[in-house]
C-alpha cells in the first residue's frame, strides 16, 4: 500500500474512535475517560485517540491493567450517560496507572 493511503487508514481510525468515546459521553479528544472492563469493573484511564502508551489498541478496545479486579483485561469506554452518581464517584476514585 501507498503512504497516502496507510494515512488515509490511520486518520479514518483516529476518527472513529473519536466517534466512539463522543457517542459514549465521554468528549471527542478522550482524556481521563471512564472505562468497563469485560468482567464489569469500572475506572478511570487516559485515553486518547489513536495513542496508546500503556495498552494494547484493538479497534475501539484496549487490552490494560484492571486497577479494580488486578488482572488483564479488555477495555471500553464506558456510556457515561448511562452511569449513576455513584458509578462515577467510583470509577472517579480508581485510576490506572499514570504516566510520569
Known amino acids: 500500500m501507498?503512504?497516502?493511503?496507510?494515512?488515509?487508514?490511520?486518520?479514518?481510525?483516529?476518527?472513529?474512535?473519536?466517534?466512539?468515546?463522543?457517542?459514549?459521553?465521554?468528549?471527542?479528544?478522550?482524556?481521563?475517560?471512564?472505562?468497563?472492563?469485560?468482567?464489569?469493573?469500572?475506572?478511570?484511564t487516559i485515553w486518547l485517540p489513536a495513542v496508546s502508551v500503556k495498552s494494547l489498541r484493538l479497534g475501539p478496545w484496549r487490552v490494560q491493567r484492571c486497577p479494580v479486579g488486578h488482572h488483564w483485561a479488555v477495555v471500553t469506554p464506558a456510556d457515561a450517560t448511562a452511569l449513576g452518581r455513584r458509578e462515577r464517584r467510583f470509577a472517579a476514585a480508581r485510576h490506572d496507572l499514570r504516566i510520569p
Open 2 to 44: 501507498k503512504k497516502r493511503a496507510w494515512i488515509a487508514i490511520g486518520a479514518a481510525a483516529a476518527l472513529v474512535e473519536a466517534a466512539v468515546l463522543a457517542h459514549r459521553g465521554q468528549g471527542v479528544g478522550g482524556g481521563n475517560v471512564v472505562v468497563r472492563c469485560h468482567q464489569g469493573h469500572l475506572f478511570t
